[in-house]
């Protein structure tokens, strides 16, 4: 469960990059960060994303942490490449080196505008994916929860699909991605990810109240696509095209 929150994230339209880091259950109330594109100049914790530049451009004075596509994919280091579609942690200070050392390589991470948090989960979650429609829609689940959970299960591998529990009666699984369909009333389109852990759960939703979000969203592509360089292009090129205007 390592990019589990990519696709979400895309979906969203991309939670903002400002943050505080929690780590499973130990740091519940995070390790809050100083510094968003800006060098520190004494101890403390910065976030660098693309649009600073192509490394962090830090010294040994700092202890680092690299996260692309919601996966923290190295620890340790300094002066690191930052990826596309993801983001380095840089912290100084011994007290704040201890703080960002609790993260492992493999650990998943969100960004969290509303609380200014990144954070950090372990292994110990338990996913499931709540999508709701109108009740015209045909098909069940719709394609965006099978999207989150295919995001689930590239570094799941052994994740499996359970869209029913009825007939069997059992224990759920640690593997088991949940995947729920409601349909009723005129509903445009909600998803909802649950990340359920001991003694905490943890959920990102999207609703849309109007099918007019998707049509400015498909307005802001075929803007995008007019200015850019013949290629394959994704959602997650847009956005960070127009996040560095």
């Known amino acids: 469960m390592k ?12 939670i903002s990059a400002f943050g505080t880091a929690v780590y499973g259950n130990e740091k519940e109330d995070g390790i809050k960060y100083t510094s968003y594109n800006l060098q520190l100049f004494a101890a403390g914790i910065a976030l660098y994303d693309i649009s600073y530049g192509a490394t962090t451009q830090t010294d040994e004075r700092y202890y680092e942490v ?11 280091g300094y002066n690191n ?5 993801g983001y380095v942690i840089a912290a100084r200070g011994e007290k704040n080196i201890e703080k960002l050392k609790s993260v492992e390589a493999g650990d998943y991470c969100v960004i969290d ?21 109108h009740n015209k829609k045909l098909d069940a689940p719709s394609g965006t929860a099978l999207m989150l959970a295919d995001a689930i299960r590239d570094v ?10 009825h007939s069997v009666r059992r224990e759920r699984a640690p593997e088991e991605i949940g995947i729920h369909s409601v349909r009723g ?6 998803h909802e990810v649950i990340f359920a852990g001991t003694d905490e759960v943890i959920r990102i939703s999207h609703s849309a109240y109007s099918r007019d979000v998707f049509a400015t969203g498909a307005v802001r592509a075929a803007l995008f696509a007019a200015e850019a360089k013949p290629g394959m292009y994704s959602m997650k090129e ?3 095209a127009e996040k560095a205007e």
């Open 113 to 133: 505008k509303s609380e200014s948090k990144v954070i950090v989960l372990g292994e110990d979650y338990d996913v499931e994916i709540v999508e709701a429609h």
């Open 238 to 240: 847009m956005l960070a």
């Open 66 to 76: 690299t996260v692309k596509d919601g996966q923290v994919t190295a620890v340790g």
């Open 81 to 85: 490449e930052i990826p596309e579609g």
């Open 185 to 190: 009333g005129t509903i445009v389109g909600e």
């Open 3 to 14: 990019r589990i929150f990519c696709a979400f994230l895309c979906l969203l339209l991309l």
């Open 156 to 165: 799941r591998e052994e994740s499996k699909y359970v869209y029913d529990r």
